[in-house]
């Protein structure tokens, strides 16, 4: 549905290995609820049985979030992952699609993507993918995270920034940091 | 002031020529406060004659943010941005040591420290911002954002993630947008 009166919503990609993508996303999340902006956030690796500050906050202010992942692929069964990732996208679609929201973030879809310890292309197929970005609402904007990011959504993405990471402190000994990372 | 029970503070740094910088800055404000970290930040560049969605936001949540910038230097007088370094820079020194916060993001101070179309050094001299990196409080992150980040930086951080920019609207000819940029 083209409406020539609102600008078309983009497609804003951060891959690449490096700290900064979730945590854009979220700030991004931020900016656009400070301008009346409607937003949604899919995460489809993290799972809700963790609790994250980011989720805290969001709560309080009414961004909503959903957590639909297990967590790390290595903690469960391929079969657990396959019906999470079924019901992600699922959910997913319906929302996108439902003309509530201005701003979707679809949070760590495109390592899920890039899974190939499991087969998942029944359950989160990215002919599918593409089709929902291309017949998304058409003043909606998607942003979409996560590393390894498949050729076909950097085509169609407007924005792509790749994180690299130059040094980490994981390298020094230092787990993941409260408030920091999580 | 050494407080063993305490974790040691981390230097976050983000820079390189991509979007998502001080977007993933404000990401880890809102996490951080999700936590119930004490968090501030300072912004070198960005002139608080300007409306920014992140500021309309933390001013209703309550996470303190300063713009101390005149804006981007094409526009004023190398004076006028002299006197605003001088300035948000005394204001930095002051906040940091207060010991009032858990989290300080000093955003675009990377681009600030590296303008060179007029003398900076004598209003925010290097060798004070790495002073103030060492003695900061001892369980107190700092975020440095922006591009062309001085070795000496890099060399103190824990953590560097360069966005490297690999597609943009700007070069489809597609303005910034509201409430995904500003």
Do not use: C
Request: net charge negative; charged share 25%.
């Amino acid at each position: 549905m083209n409406q020539p009166d609102k600008q078309r919503g983009l497609i804003l990609v951060y891959t690449g290995d490096g700290k900064g993508k979730t945590t854009a996303a979220l700030g991004l999340a931020v900016r656009a609820t400070g301008r009346g902006k409607r937003v949604l956030m899919i995460q489809f690796i993290k799972s809700p049985d963790r609790t994250y500050g980011e989720k805290i906050l969001f709560d309080k202010i009414g961004i909503e979030m959903h957590q639909k992942g297990i967590g790390f692929t290595w903690l469960k069964t391929p079969e657990e992952h396959r019906e999470a990732l079924k019901s992600a996208w699922a959910f997913t679609k319906e929302k996108v699609m439902s003309g509530a929201y201005d701003v979707v973030i679809l949070d760590e879809l495109n390592n899920a993507l890039a899974i190939n310890s499991f087969p998942i292309d029944d359950v989160l197929p990215l002919h599918e993918v593409l089709e929902l970005i291309e017949g998304r609402p058409y003043g909606m904007h998607m942003v979409i995270t996560g590393r390894n990011a498949q050729q076909a959504i950097i085509d169609r993405a407007d924005l792509v920034t790749e994180m690299n990471p130059v040094k980490h402190y994981y390298d020094e000994g230092i787990p993941a940091v409260l408030g920091i990372e999580f």
